[in-house]
């Protein structure tokens, strides 16, 4: 499969010369099937999912958008995807299924509805579906996906292992592991959830919002520090860890030195960046 970072930034979109070479849409990664030529599977909904349509090329989007969880940096690209608001799209919305128990379509409308947005979710155009997904494993797309519930803040959030015949992709953007304690090292517990999850997958993509002098006073907003990511990685087994969801203050000189500063072998790793793919 190949792996498209079209938003690796949290919170809130970070535009402007300092961010040019990370980028600044929210969080948004997009899966090509193998012998596929555009991606069928997009992780997320941010500010990044406008980057989508353009690899769709003119076509409309045939596929499923698998969200995490239902936070603004995850959802407002969801208006904005042109490539599935057009007539002869068919978009399929799966999102964690929530404790009121509330379907698809009202959990959405929550974040997208006046007079908070023009318009609701079902005015989108083009043959859009909308439900919850329960934890466990589903065939979506084609793959083969886990989803398990991990601690974020404020909402039910899941984390992703996807499969095809010959890889694994890990997707754990937004996890505070802080909240079931401090763990061997103070970064978090390396809990059951993360550990499979991860388990010999080829590529993690995870939560390093924080620097760990900032752990103290901003674990609370249900954030990982980039240690965590790693070591999460090495005990998990995982051949590559890319760092995600960077804090929307994080310039690119901060990024490179995150990158000289956490650089290893095994688990090799990244700091993901908008517009770069990776081929599993
Ligand atoms: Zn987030
Ligand atoms: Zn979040």
């Given at each position: 499969?190949?792996?498209?970072?079209?938003?690796?930034?949290?919170?809130?979109?970070?535009?402007?010369?300092?961010?040019?070479?990370?980028?600044?849409?929210?969080?948004?990664?997009?899966?090509?099937?193998?012998?596929?030529?555009?991606?069928?599977?997009?992780?997320?909904?941010?500010?990044?999912?406008?980057?989508?349509?353009?690899?769709?090329?003119?076509?409309?989007?045939?596929?499923?958008?698998?969200?995490?969880?239902?936070?603004?940096?995850?959802?407002?690209?969801?208006?904005?995807?042109?490539?599935?608001?057009?007539?002869?799209?068919?978009?399929?919305?799966?999102?964690?299924?929530?404790?009121?128990?509330?379907?698809?379509?009202?959990?959405?409308?929550?974040?997208?509805?006046?007079?908070?947005?023009?318009?609701?979710?079902?005015?989108?155009?083009?043959?859009?579906?909308?439900?919850?997904?329960?934890?466990?494993?589903?065939?979506?797309?084609?793959?083969?996906?886990?989803?398990?519930?991990?601690p974020?803040?404020?909402?039910?959030?899941?984390?992703?292992?996807?499969?095809?015949?010959?890889?694994?992709?890990?997707?754990?953007?937004?996890h505070c592991p802080t909240?079931l304690?401090?763990g061997?090292?103070?970064?978090g517990e390396?809990h059951?959830?993360a550990?499979?999850?991860?388990?010999?997958?080829?590529?993690?993509?995870?939560?390093?919002?924080?620097?760990?002098?900032?752990?103290?006073?901003?674990?609370?907003?249900?954030?990982a520090?980039?240690?965590y990511?790693?070591?999460?990685?090495?005990?998990?087994?995982?051949?590559?860890?890319?760092?995600?969801?960077?804090?929307?203050?994080?310039?690119?000189?901060?990024?490179?030195?995150?990158?000289?500063?956490?650089?290893?072998?095994?688990?090799?790793?990244?700091?993901?960046?908008?517009?770069?793919?990776?081929?599993?």
């Open positions: 499969m190949r792996i498209s970072f079209c938003g690796v930034r949290g919170s809130t979109p970070a535009p402007g010369k300092d961010f040019v070479r990370y980028g600044g849409h929210t969080s948004c990664v997009a899966l090509t099937a193998d012998g596929d030529d555009a991606p069928t599977l997009v992780l997320d909904a941010g500010a990044g999912l406008r980057k989508v349509t353009r690899m769709l090329d003119g076509a409309p989007f045939t596929g499923t958008i698998l969200l995490s969880h239902l936070h603004w940096d995850h959802t407002l690209g969801l208006p904005f995807f042109a490539a599935a608001d057009r007539a002869d799209s068919r978009p399929t919305v799966l999102l964690p299924e929530q404790d009121s128990g509330a379907d698809a379509v009202s959990v959405l409308t929550g974040v997208m509805q006046p007079p908070y947005f023009p318009i609701t979710p079902t005015q989108l155009r083009g043959q859009w579906a909308f439900a919850t997904l329960a934890p466990g494993e589903h065939r979506i797309e084609g793959f083969t996906v886990l989803a398990r519930e991990i974020h803040k404020g909402g039910r959030t899941y984390g992703y292992r996807i499969s095809d015949a010959h890889s694994t992709f890990t997707y754990m953007p937004d909240a304690g401090p061997e090292h103070g970064f390396y059951p959830a550990l499979a999850l991860a388990h010999d997958a080829d590529l993690l993509v995870h939560d390093a919002q924080l620097f760990p002098e900032e752990l103290a006073a901003e674990a609370d907003f249900g954030h520090v980039a240690e990511s790693i070591e999460l990685a090495r005990l998990a087994g995982t051949h590559t860890v890319a760092l995600f969801h960077h804090r929307y203050t994080r310039t690119d000189d901060e990024l490179d030195e995150l990158a000289r500063r956490l650089a290893g072998d095994s688990p090799n790793v990244i700091v993901a960046a908008e517009d770069t793919q990776h081929e599993l």
